[in-house]
């Protein structure tokens, strides 16, 4: 195993702090906590919203910790849960004073420990809601989840959310615009490359060199089915009829995607796989209107992709569109 890194116990720690010195327009670190959260506060009675989860996914979390997006990212050790207390901690610093928003990925550690944290910041008198993240429609339940996995489809929710807490909506309206999204959502990947785990120091799993595992999770685990390497727009093909069947999807419809690389594979290669769903989607008499490609939710250096899909109307086409301004996603012109 080769790692740039002083030992696998710091590595998460020592990446917190390089965040925010590269970052320093954007973040800042809760004392004494793994919690990024903005420079620039909303101002009082703007609900805040919260992220997080295990390390090893960047740039999420902390990179949609923004103007548009996040008021606070918290991260775990490497693929594994925040605590509790880093969560309520997090919270805090989001509580502008009408409420805060959890946007949680639905992995069970991550579920039970945003829950545990919601509790004990209602008790000190935070309102909060929660909503969970379940878009993979590769697996029903796997070793880290009861459910369908959240995978990049969550950076969706972080980007509707934040744009409706911005315009100052309710909490109540912004929890509702976010299940509104997680209804709809799905994603799937597959994976050419496994990824190691620093504390593990060995591959996740292993793949001849002509093979490819479909289905995979984010936490580098394997997927569904191993398949023979085969062209792009096969392989596009091959997730976007998984993921237009679960919708459904129908002619007419127009799309907002995500074109996600896993940590390890080429813009050269995601631009590729863009036109490939933009190809499918002009076939199937359907409009691909908003289309992110590149590195948004990865699996440390697994070499792979996921797409996900959203319908749009002019309401959600709208606060995609909205301005934001976070370390990894830039959208028009804003001001905090």
């Keep these: ?23 320093p327009q954007y973040l800042k670190q809760v004392p004494g906590t793994h919690v990024l959260t903005r420079v620039h506060s909303k101002p009082a009675g703007r609900v805040g919203i919260v992220s997080g989860g295990g390390s090893g996914h960047e740039p999420a979390h902390a990179g949609y910790v923004g103007y548009g997006m996040l008021d606070a990212a918290v991260a775990g050790e490497v693929f594994t849960s ?114 190691t785990v620093p504390e593990a120091g060995a591959p996740t799993f292993t793949l001849a060199d002509d093979e490819i595992e479909m289905g995979v999770g984010i936490h580098g685990e394997p997927g569904i089915e191993r398949q023979k390497i085969r062209p792009a727009h096969e392989l596009a093909a091959a997730l976007l009829e998984k993921i237009s069947g679960d ?8 799309l907002a ?24 989607t002009q076939n199937h008499g359907m409009t691909l209107d908003i289309v992110w490609t590149g590195e948004f939710m990865t699996s440390l250096e697994m070499a792979g992709a996921s797409l996900t899909l959203l319908p749009l109307d002019e309401s959600l086409t709208g606060l995609l569109q909205a301005p934001c301004d976070t370390p990894a996603l830039r959208q028009g012109v804003a001001h905090d």
């Excluded at 919708?247 to 127009?254: A, E, F, I, R």
Aim: with cysteine.
């Design 1 to 23: 195993m080769k790692k740039i890194m002083n030992s696998p116990d710091t590595l998460v720690a020592e990446a917190v702090e390089g965040l925010v010195i590269s970052f």
């Design 82 to 195: 925040p605590t509790p207390d880093q969560i309520l901690e997090g919270i805090k610093a989001a509580n502008h004073g009408a409420g805060v928003l959890m946007v949680v990925k639905n992995y069970t550690g991550d579920v039970m420990n945003f829950d545990i944290a919601r509790e004990l910041a209602e008790a000190q008198g935070i309102h909060t809601a929660t909503v969970v993240v379940n878009d993979d429609v590769a697996v029903e339940n796997s070793s880290f989840t009861t459910g369908r996995r959240g995978i990049a489809g969550t950076i969706f929710v972080h980007k509707i959310a934040g744009a409706l807490a911005e315009q100052g909506a309710s909490l109540a309206e912004v929890e509702a615009a976010a299940n509104n999204v997680i209804a709809h959502v799905r994603s799937m990947g597959l994976a050419l490359e496994p990824c």
């Design 247 to 254: 919708l459904p999807l129908k002619s007419g419809d127009h």
């Design 257 to 280: 995607c995500i074109v996600n690389g896993l940590g390890a594979t080429p813009l050269l290669e995601l631009a590729g796989l863009a036109r490939e769903v933009s190809l499918w």
